[in-house]
């Protein structure tokens, strides 16, 4: 069958972005059929969660029990609060304070998974940080740097902030034109409609959920850096849904200051916590939290977290 039909890679190469994109979707999927109200334990789109991809892949295998040896201490929230006062203050903040003039193809992220050692039956909580550039003809490059692991058991390490870049390069793709393909590859607009048309096309349907809201977004974030406006209208959208609790003031795997509203998945099974900074009213992170166990997480188990607009020198 080689003879017939010679490859055109070389066996040695490493894969591009769309077989890494390939299996992060049929990743997800796996993970999908098993455990319906996790679905979001691999949010990162297409190359972004490449890497991360492989960590979770092993945490969906250990029994329940190391599974919560390995899973971050939950966030703690302070404070009274409603969702209207929270995206009050974020609109107040995005108004006065400078973001991105016009939207980036470029994203700055960290995230969270497991390392294991089979063989010592040792697991470290391991975050991952990644930039992801590209261009309109469909080039660029991801890169995504292990970061500096830390044992669960410690509460020093569990309790500050988590995320931390080492000098261990996980994955380093360059992608040629026509490599990178995002769902809307060009520079959206401001406007409410521009919005709803963006996070449409990341998979928002019509009427949408909170839920659905959240999932669209967070797609986008993973390839995008949108505009303090474009948050504003996003951070409106979740208001107006009417399916949000406030949950108060904390600190993020980053040290940065955040609000936090949470919502509920579809099947009620697990919650997620959507962070808003409290220091410029932008949406920067997204923590998933078990409430129904299952058969790798018990309740109250962090099952993921994606944060953005990380700054550079962390993941550089």
């Not at 919502?263 to 697990?270: H, S, V, Y």
């Amino acid at each position: 069958m080689t003879e017939a039909d010679p490859a055109r890679t070389p066996r040695d190469a490493a894969p591009d972005a769309g077989a890494l994109a390939t299996r992060d979707r049929i990743l997800r999927k796996a993970r999908l059929a098993h455990r319906p109200h996790s679905r979001a334990v691999g949010w990162a789109s297409g190359a972004v969660a490449a890497g991360a991809a492989a960590i979770f892949t092993v945490a969906m295998l250990l029994p329940q029990d190391t599974a919560t040896a390995g899973s971050p201490t939950p966030l703690t929230f302070v404070g009274a609060s409603t969702v209207a006062e929270i995206v009050d203050a974020a609109e107040e903040d995005l108004l006065a304070v400078e973001g991105p003039a016009v939207p980036l193809r470029a994203v700055h992220a960290a995230s969270w998974g497991f390392s294991v050692d089979v063989v010592d039956q040792n697991t470290q909580v391991v975050p991952q940080l990644s930039e992801l550039t590209w261009n309109p003809d469909g080039s660029g490059r991801m890169t995504i740097i292990r970061g500096v692991p830390y044992d669960p058991a410690d509460a020093v390490a569990n309790n500050s902030a988590e995320v931390s870049r080492s000098d261990d390069v996980l994955s380093d793709v360059i992608m040629a034109p026509g490599d990178f393909e995002p769902p809307w590859p060009e520079i959206p607009g401001d406007s409410r409609e521009d919005v709803l048309a963006l996070l449409t096309a990341f998979g928002m349907p019509a009427q949408p959920t909170a839920f659905d809201i959240e999932t669209a977004f967070t797609s986008t974030f993973d390839m995008w850096t949108l505009t303090n406006a474009q948050h504003r209208e996003i951070l409106s959208l979740l208001e107006e849904t009417g399916e949000g609790m406030a949950l108060g003031d904390s600190t993020d795997r980053l040290g940065r200051p955040v609000a936090g509203l949470q919502f509920l998945t579809p099947d009620k099974g697990a919650k997620d916590v959507v962070l808003v900074s409290l220091e410029t009213g932008r949406i920067v992170g997204v923590e998933r939290t078990a409430i129904k166990a299952d058969d790798v997480f018990p309740v109250g188990a962090i099952i993921s977290y994606r944060m953005w607009d990380v700054e550079s020198e962390v993941t550089r």
